[in-house]
C-alpha cells in the first residue's frame, strides 16, 4: 500500500484524492458563519448525512430561485466537498458561491483551517461506534480502487486499530473531538442514533444550522435518505463507486467480522482512549458493541 499513499504532520492519507498542495492551500480558506459543516471519521455515514444536508440547503434555497439555479449548477460538479479533495484552486472556485456552502472533512480538527472558529462557521460531528467503522472501512478499503487495499481482515484490523490507516487513527480522532464537545458552534450526533430516530436527529439538525423547514419539506428529506432510496440512486449521485458506497447500512455488522480476540483488543483500546470521555459516552460503547 506504501506507494498510494503519503503522510502529512504524521497521518497518511491517499495520494489519488489528496495531496499536499491542497492541505497548504486549505490554511488560508475563508470559511463564512453560513457554511454548512460536516466532519466525521470515514465510515461513519458521511456521505448519507451529507445528502441530507443537501436537501436542507436546496429546500431551503426555493425562495431565492437564482441562487438554486446557481447551486444546481454546481453540484453537478460536485468536486469541492471534501475539504481535502482535489486540486488547490477548487478554494478559489467556491470562494463567492452565493448559497450556503454544504462542505465536508475526515480530517482532525487541528488540521482545519483556523477562519472556521473565527468567522463563528458551524460543523455537525458525525461519529459511528468504532467496531462497525472498522468493518465498514475494510470493505471500502478494498473495493474502492483509489485507497489502499489489506489482504485480510485481521491485516486490516491490526492497521486499524494502531491508527495506520488513512486519514490516520480512530481514537486520535475521537480524543481530538471530544476536546471540542462543549463548543456551542459544534453539535455531536451519531450513526446511531440517526438510525434509531432520524426524524428527530434531521429537526436538531434543521435547528443547529437555522434553516427554515415545512413539515412537508422535512417529510421530503426523510424519504430521499433512507438506505434503500441513497442505495437505488447511488448510481447517479456516486457514479460507479455507489455500490461500494451503500453497502448495508446496519448497526452491528462488526459481529460478521470480529473474532473474540479482536473484540478483546477494541475493549481495551476503547477503555484506554475513550470510555472516560464525554464523546466515548455519547457513542453508546455498550449498547452497540456487545
Ligand atoms: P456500511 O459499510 O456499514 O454499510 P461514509 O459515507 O462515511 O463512507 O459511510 C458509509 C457507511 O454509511 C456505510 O456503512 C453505508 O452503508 C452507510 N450508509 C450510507 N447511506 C446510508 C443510509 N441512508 N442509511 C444508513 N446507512 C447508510
Known amino acids: 500500500p506504501e506507494e498510494n499513499v503519503f503522510s502529512y504532520k504524521g497521518v497518511l492519507y491517499p495520494v489519488l484524492l489528496c495531496s499536499p498542495a491542497t492541505f497548504e492551500a486549505l490554511e488560508s480558506f475563508e470559511a463564512r458563519s453560513d457554511d454548512v459543516l460536516l466532519a466525521g471519521y470515514p465510515k461513519s455515514g458521511n456521505n448519507w448525512i451529507l445528502q441530507i444536508l443537501n436537501d436542507l440547503v ?6 431565492n430561485k437564482e441562487a438554486l439555479e446557481e447551486r444546481m449548477k454546481h453540484e453537478e460538479k460536485g468536486d469541492y466537498t471534501f475539504l481535502e479533495f482535489g486540486d488547490p484552486g477548487k478554494f478559489e472556485r467556491i470562494k463567492k458561491l452565493p448559497f450556503r456552502r454544504v462542505l465536508a ?5 487541528g488540521c482545519l483551517p483556523t477562519s472556521i ?19 465498514s472501512y475494510f470493505h471500502f478499503s478494498n473495493g474502492m480502487p483509489l485507497l489502499p487495499s489489506f489482504k485480510t481482515w485481521d491485516e486490516f484490523f491490526n492497521a486499524f486499530v494502531c491508527g495506520e490507516v488513512v486519514w490516520g487513527s480512530y481514537f486520535d480522532y475521537m480524543i481530538e473531538w471530544n476536546k471540542r464537545i462543549n463548543n456551542k458552534n459544534i453539535m455531536f450526533i451519531t450513526y ?4 434509531e430516530n432520524l426524524i428527530l436527529g434531521v429537526k436538531k439538525i434543521t435547528e443547529f444550522f437555522e434553516f427554515s423547514m415545512t413539515e412537508e419539506e422535512l417529510q421530503a428529506v426523510m424519504d430521499r435518505s433512507s438506505f434503500q432510496a441513497m442505495n437505488e440512486n447511488s448510481h447517479s449521485t456516486h457514479g460507479t463507486f455507489g455500490n ?19 473484540n478483546q483488543e477494541m475493549e481495551r483500546k476503547f477503555e484506554e482512549c475513550l470510555a472516560e470521555t464525554k464523546l466515548g459516552a455519547k457513542i453508546m460503547y455498550k449498547k452497540y458493541c456487545k
Open 58 to 63: 436546496t429546500a431551503d434555497l426555493k425562495k
Open 105 to 109: 472533512t475526515h480530517l482532525l480538527p
Open 117 to 135: 472558529s473565527k468567522n463563528n462557521a458551524k460543523i455537525l460531528m458525525l461519529s459511528r461506534n468504532p467496531k462497525d467503522v472498522a468493518v
Open 192 to 195: 446511531e442514533e440517526l438510525k
Open 244 to 262: 461500494i458506497l451503500f453497502r448495508k447500512g446496519a448497526i452491528s455488522d462488526w459481529k460478521t467480522l470480529f473474532t473474540e480476540a479482536q
